[in-house]
């Protein structure tokens, strides 16, 4: 059974860095392209980042500040994030699609603020 678990989601000032973690299970985890999202109320949930084998995708609002990795031995997903702004509040998916299915992880909340 494929399981998400994100962490990592906190308060922070704008400028601030966090680093998320997505703790994965139930699937080959190095075999299969990972990515993050955020959703904020009301809106669509969007790509933020995008681990495709050993390449990478950002979206271009995150570009330069955000950076997407995975640890394969602790079966690990990252995204640090550096220089944050109030406009990155939001909350925080991480996503795989295994077998045709889609699994998400329960987010988890980034708020920027002052």
């Known amino acids: 059974q494929v399981h998400l678990m994100e962490s990592g989601g906190g308060l922070v000032q704008p400028g601030g860095s966090l680093r998320l973690s997505c703790a994965a299970s139930?699937?080959?985890?190095?075999?299969?392209?990972m990515s993050w999202y955020r959703q904020t109320p009301g809106k669509e949930r969007e790509l933020v980042a995008a681990?495709?084998?050993?390449?990478?995708n950002y979206a271009g609002s995150v570009k330069g500040r955000f950076t997407i990795s995975r640890d394969n031995a602790k079966n690990t997903l990252y995204l640090q994030m550096n220089s944050l702004k109030p406009e990155d509040t939001a909350v925080y998916y991480c996503?795989?699609?295994?077998?045709?299915?889609?699994?998400w992880g329960q987010g988890t909340q980034v708020t920027v603020s002052s």
């Open positions: 996503y795989v699609r295994v077998s045709f299915w889609d699994y």
């Open positions: 139930g699937f080959t985890f190095s075999s299969y392209h």
């Open positions: 681990l495709t084998g050993s390449s990478t």
